[in-house]
């Protein structure tokens, strides 16, 4: 497809609404409308060569899903499905949302383990952030002194989300439409 596909999973739908805000920067003719990964099966998913997912933060940083607690399929029913897809040739970006002061010893870690299963199925990884601004104690999703995703604290810091959302997008934008300027 010759538009960002934009995949989420949600629990209270936060990160719905922040996929939609993405979307709505970015803009209809960039991307496509976000999907919950609850009603999707991966072959839509890999239609796509430039993608953005975004999760929210559950347990103690895994995979959203029901064994992590969450009432609706997620992330980890999607990928369960989907046995070893091969995204070779596909350039994704992340999100991930948690909420720093309440669960500071573990903040946005589900991001790592998104980033980690889409990299592991052979997909090129754009998008890292600083944690310059965030306070937290620990968080598994920094790796070499960034995040692997943009992170986002709508309980905390929700004046923050356009800015940061703004400043992300500028830097994914170009590196997502070049993966779609280039023949596969």
């Not at 239609?47 to 995979?63: K, M, N, R």
């Amino acid at each position: 497809m010759k538009t960002i596909g934009i995949f989420f999973g949600t629990e209270t739908g936060t990160t719905r609404l922040i996929a939609k805000k993405i979307h709505k920067k970015l803009g209809d003719e960039i991307a496509s409308k976000p999907v919950n990964v609850n009603r999707i099966e991966m072959a839509e998913m890999l239609q796509y060569d430039a993608l953005i997912l975004g999760t929210p933060s559950y347990g103690v940083g895994e995979i959203p899903g029901k064994s992590a607690g969450c009432l609706e399929p997620n992330w980890e029913e999607f990928l369960a499905q989907s046995g070893t897809p091969d995204f070779s040739g596909k350039r994704i970006a992340f999100f991930g949302l948690g909420a720093q002061e309440r669960y500071s010893d573990r903040f946005a870690s589900s991001l790592l383990r998104l980033h980690d299963v889409f990299k592991g199925f052979g997909a090129e990884i754009v998008g890292d952030w600083s944690t310059e601004g965030y306070t937290f104690a620990h968080s598994a999703a920094v790796q070499d002194g960034r995040f692997v995703g943009l992170v986002i604290d709508e309980r905390t810091q929700g004046m923050f989300t356009n800015e940061r959302l703004d400043t992300w997008l500028a830097q994914v934008k170009p590196q997502l439409l070049e993966k779609l300027a280039t023949p596969a």
